[in-house]
């Protein structure tokens, strides 16, 4: 399978602030990783009757600022759980191509974490 990324670098001091839960619905949002962490966010979706679908990842610090993103198209899976696992493992060779240590991984999928 070949994955074409797209690739977006941290630029000046572009900064993404956390958010917390929502009092209204009560789910939670992205919170920062501890110090000198970095937090990796990773999530595939799929359209299975087309077989086809993506992932995405964001990299950032424990100053919540951005680092980076990628994304990529995912063709011919149609198994949910090895859509996370492959953009898990994309995101892991993503931080190791950038040099980051002390990763933290967080995903939605509940089988895969």
Do not use: C, Y
């Amino acid at each position: 399978m070949r994955l074409d990324f797209l690739e977006i670098q941290r630029q000046g001091q572009g900064l993404v602030r956390p958010t917390e839960v929502s009092a209204s619905t009560g789910q939670q949002q992205w919170s920062p990783p501890t110090q000198r962490a970095v937090k990796l966010n990773f999530d595939a979706g799929l359209d299975v009757a087309n077989r086809v679908g993506g992932l995405g990842l964001v990299l950032r610090d424990s100053s919540s600022h951005f680092i980076a993103a990628r994304s990529a198209p995912l063709k011919g899976i149609v198994d949910p759980l090895i859509a996370e696992a492959i953009a898990a493992r994309e995101g892991l060779l993503f931080a190791l191509s950038l040099a980051v240590e002390n990763v933290l991984m967080e995903g939605d999928s509940l089988s895969l974490i």
